[in-house]
């Protein structure tokens, strides 16, 4: 089992910056790429970022391209989401997520869901 520790979340005005972390333990071992997800109140559960474990691969949902940056540090078992510019709609909690790069997972597949997730952490912006 993988496990997933978020943080970094809180609130801020719109325009600001938020880093958030993601710590993995666990058996770790082997490859995977790592992401974020975001699910506010009333809405379904959006991809916002997903990094390949070498970190050459990355996606972004149109709505946070420009604005937010993924990251990783292997040698930490860390993933990165630099939030910049934020906006009231970014508002959301935000999960970490993680698969194994394997085919048909969803490190080659957004159709599939990752394996591992874990607790959130919010994100809040004003205006």
């Known amino acids: 089992q993988v496990q997933l520790a978020e943080s970094g979340g809180g609130s801020v005005q719109a325009g600001g910056s938020l880093r958030l972390s993601c710590v993995a333990s666990?058996?770790?071992?082997?490859?995977?790429?790592m992401g974020w997800f975001r699910q506010a109140p009333g809405k379904e559960r959006e991809a916002v970022a997903r990094i390949s474990n070498g970190g050459g691969g990355t996606y972004y949902a149109d709505s946070v391209k420009g604005r937010f940056t993924i990251s990783r540090d292997n040698a930490k078992n860390t993933v990165y989401l630099q939030m910049n510019t934020l906006k009231p709609e970014d508002t959301a909690m935000y999960y970490c997520?993680?698969?194994?790069?394997?085919?048909?997972?969803?490190?080659?597949?957004?159709?599939?869901?990752?394996?591992?997730w874990g607790q959130g952490t919010q994100v809040t912006v004003s205006l």
């Open positions: 997520a993680a698969d194994r790069s394997l085919l048909f997972s969803w490190c080659y597949s957004r159709a599939n869901s990752p394996t591992y």
């Open positions: 666990g058996d770790i071992s082997g490859t995977y790429c």
